[in-house]
Each structure stands twice: as structure tokens, then as C-alpha cells.
């Protein structure tokens, strides 16, 4: 049964950093891509990046360009958000996703995209 599960979610002070990370069972995630999303409260959840399979190519929303990182450890089935100069918009759930599919193209940040999500992890930004 295919799993992904979120963890790192803090509350962090503005200018700082955490790093999120997403853990995949139950299928052979080398194959797939998958995407970060988050949602803050009374706003549709977003994408935020993605990456393809192999960590061939990857995508970002232009609020986190430049500040975030994606990146992936398929031997260990995890992939890593990095979060670098943190700001109070940036406080969400984050959530990380897979689609049904094996995608050969460039990753979308399109919610339609993806069938698999995890449980979410708070991430707070305040002083």
C-alpha cells in the first residue's frame, strides 16, 4: 500500500530555516515524481515544488524560488524539502504527494496532478 508520511514541521522564527522531509513505502519511488504542496488556513492549498523521477528535473513556485530546496534519497525512499529564509507567509501545512502514474516530463505544481498525499506537517513562521 503506497505511504507517504511528513515530518520536520516546527514553529521557526522568521530568517530561519527547517528542513521537511517526506518518507515513501509501498512502491518503487525512483519511478515517480513527487511534489511539495501547502496550505495555510482560509487559502486553497498550493503547489510549492516538485521533482522528477531520479531528481532529473525539478519546479518551483516563484514565492519560494531561490529559498527552497527539493531533492530526493530514492535509496532510502525519502524526499527532503529545505526551507531557507523563512518568512510568516510561508506558515502552512505542508504536505507532500505522488501522482498514480509515471510522469516523462517536466513536474507540475497542479493539484489534479497528484492522487497520493501524506498527513501534512505544521510549519509556523513567528517570532
Known amino acids: 500500500q503506497l505511504q507517504l508520511v511528513e515530518s520536520g514541521g516546527s514553529l521557526v522564527q522568521p530568517g530561519g530555516s527547517l528542513r521537511l522531509s517526506c518518507a515513501a513505502s509501498g512502491f518503487t519511488v525512483d519511478y515517480y515524481t513527487i511534489g511539495w504542496f501547502r496550505q495555510a488556513p482560509g487559502k486553497e492549498r498550493e503547489g510549492v515544488s516538485c521533482?522528477?523521477?531520479?531528481?532529473?528535473?525539478?519546479n518551483y513556485v516563484d514565492s519560494v524560488k531561490g529559498r527552497f530546496t527539493i531533492s530526493r534519497d530514492d535509496a532510502n525512499k525519502m524526499v527532503y524539502l529545505q526551507m531557507n529564509s523563512l518568512k510568516p507567509e510561508d506558515t502552512a501545512v505542508y504536505y507532500c504527494?505522488?501522482?498514480?502514474?509515471?510522469?516523462?516530463?517536466?513536474?507540475?505544481?497542479?493539484?489534479?496532478?497528484?492522487?497520493?498525499w501524506g498527513q501534512g506537517t505544521q510549519v509556523t513562521v513567528s517570532s
Open positions: 504527494a505522488a501522482p498514480k502514474v509515471i510522469l516523462l516530463r517536466q513536474c507540475q505544481l497542479t493539484l489534479d496532478e497528484y492522487d497520493y
Open positions: 521533482i522528477t523521477s531520479r531528481g532529473g528535473s525539478t
